[in-house]
């Protein structure tokens, strides 16, 4: 299943990609939130902040999803500094990787701490963001937690 929250006027966004549903196709909701938040807040004053949480046990995309996703964040307005959150060290291999093979506008962080990839989104941001926090809450709220620790608490 899939969730996302936007707060525009901050230029956050916080994805889940969680158990349950329709897990092959989460992806194309996914995708098009990416593009729609990239595109609300192309010419911004801030980069977008990108969180992406993936839930334990939930498939890597197959290789025709891969390919969306790539094209889509080749897009020009897809500049985001971009978090990704994940247990999965294949995943977060895989996502590494996939900055290497092609030139990429934006700058990722793949790890498995939810508190370290907000602490590195706001290093790159060069200021609080206390709505990551808020938008995780909500976002983990939509659906069961199947993560093995509870959700980190809203700063602020």
């Not at 929250?5 to 349950?20: K, T």
């Amino acid at each position: 299943m899939y969730y996302s929250e936007f707060n525009q006027a901050r230029a956050v966004l916080v994805c889940r990609i969680a158990r349950g549903g329709d897990e092959e196709n989460d992806f194309g909701p996914h995708i098009e939130r990416l593009v729609s938040a990239a595109e609300a807040t192309h010419g911004g004053a801030a980069r977008l902040a990108l969180l992406i949480l993936i839930d334990p046990g939930h498939p890597l995309p197959n290789s025709v999803w891969r390919r969306r996703v790539a094209e889509a964040t080749s897009n020009a307005h897809f500049k985001p500094f971009f978090a990704v959150v994940t247990d999965n060290p294949l995943a977060r291999g895989m996502l590494t990787a996939l900055s290497w093979l092609r030139p990429q506008r934006f700058e990722a962080h793949v790890g498995p701490s939810e508190e370290r990839s907000v602490a590195w989104l706001e290093a790159k941001r060069q200021e609080r963001l206390p709505e990551l926090g808020f938008l995780l809450e909500r976002v983990m709220r939509k659906a069961p937690d199947r993560r093995s620790k509870p959700p980190m608490a809203a700063a602020g």
